[in-house]
């Protein structure tokens, strides 16, 4: 399928931001996006890079009610060598289907989504930031678009792309979080939706995270729904643990998102002879690992910051330091090796990145 590209009037692009280092994240986008329509017995069809503008809905939209709407978030990369790169987009384009079937919404051509992707990206080339850790965030979406009322599949959606720069995340080097450990309220269950990326998982985390905020945390450490007493994630990102000699990360249960970055850590730590196991800590072994020490690092993962160190997680009142409140050796090299990598800056020895230009 051909998309078609509509140029924004010179005179309504946006001015582009002059400091990079208050681009923050999330909060600015550029002049263009992707959309495409699908309609049952139709299928996908007017795929369109076009001005980015306001999405105009009927108030009966069924994405308004009934929450089929799905997302992915991955970053474009501007390399030292003038390169743009992408970092494993085939996985989350194949991440958007196994969530687009959950949630019986209709799949996309993997081909036309990597297609508007790029072309998207290199159309915005200018607006993706120079600076160290700088980077142009791509959302795709998919939202439900059949006017009607009544719970059932809709027959309609739309699929757009979105683009905007983002800043680094540790612009002053590593700042370990403090976690805090919601027992009252979970994330996800087994046989949900937990392993999607579907608008409801959000909605569901905010009491939980705005209660662990006010109390002066970071982020929540969600646990199992049914026993409340082992590890799923840590707010929106996958759970680490660094035990005695090895990785620990929660398996794929069903309730916990499938990180791409997860993955790639997984690999390459393998890779360097680290042990990784998939297996879901309980809690008690954690507090008991930390106060004997086995439990020498902890960090969260994803797409935003690679890797986020925790430093310090409150559990039934009381506060635990795991290695003095400090990041840990590994986690910092798992950080360094990612982020080079996704730069061009180093040997890319699993076929990861994505060169699309330069
Ligand atoms: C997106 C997400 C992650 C991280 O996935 P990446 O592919 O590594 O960015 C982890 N947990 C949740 C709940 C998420 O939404």
């Known amino acids: 399928m051909d998309i078609k590209i509509i140029k924004c009037a010179p005179d309504k692009m946006k001015k582009k931001p002059s400091d990079e280092s208050k681009l923050g994240f999330g909060k600015i986008f550029t002049d263009h996006m992707f959309t495409v329509n699908y309609e049952e017995g139709r299928g996908w069809h007017d795929p369109v890079i076009g001005p980015y503008n306001p999405i105009v809905l009927d108030p009966t939209s069924m994405n308004l009610h009934y929450g089929q709407q799905i997302f992915e978030g991955l970053k474009a990369y501007r390399g030292k060598d003038g390169g743009i790169y992408l970092f494993r987009p085939e996985e989350n384009i194949r991440r958007m289907n196994a969530s687009a079937v959950r949630l019986c919404m209709a799949t996309i051509d993997p081909e036309l989504f990597m297609d508007a992707m790029k072309k998207l ?141 997860r993955d790639s850590i997984i690999r390459l730590a393998r890779s360097w002879g680290v042990k990784v196991t998939e297996r879901a800590p309980s809690m008690d072994e954690i507090i008991s690992g930390i106060a004997d020490g086995s439990v020498r690092e902890a960090f969260a993962s994803g797409t935003a910051a690679i890797v986020s160190p925790i430093g310090q997680i409150y559990y039934q009142g009381r506060e635990h330091f795991i290695n003095g409140g400090k990041t840990g050796k590994l986690t910092e090299r798992l950080y360094n090796e990612i982020l080079q990598i996704q730069y061009g800056e180093k040997p890319d020895p699993f076929g990861w990145r994505m060169k699309i230009s330069g």
């Not at 009607?148 to 739309?158: D, F, M, Q």
């Not at 608008?199 to 569901?204: I, P, R």
């Open 121 to 261: 990206v290199l159309l915005e080339q200018d607006w993706i930031p120079r600076g160290a850790g700088t980077s142009l965030y791509i959302r795709p979406t998919m939202i439900a678009t059949e006017s009607a009322l009544g719970v059932h599949p809709s027959n309609r959606y739309l699929f757009f792309i979105i683009v905007g720069p983002v800043g680094a995340y540790y612009p002053e080097g590593f700042s370990p979080t403090k976690i805090y450990v919601s027992e009252e309220y979970v994330r996800a269950v087994r046989g949900g939706v937990g392993n999607c990326k579907n608008a409801g998982n959000y909605a569901a985390s905010l009491y939980a995270s705005e209660k662990a905020k006010a109390m002066g945390y970071t982020q929540v450490l969600w646990l199992d729904a049914i026993e409340r007493k082992y590890v799923e994630e840590v707010g929106t990102s996958n759970a680490f643990f660094v035990i005695g000699d090895e990785l620990l990360t929660p398996p794929l249960s069903g309730s916990i998102l499938p990180g791409i970055t």
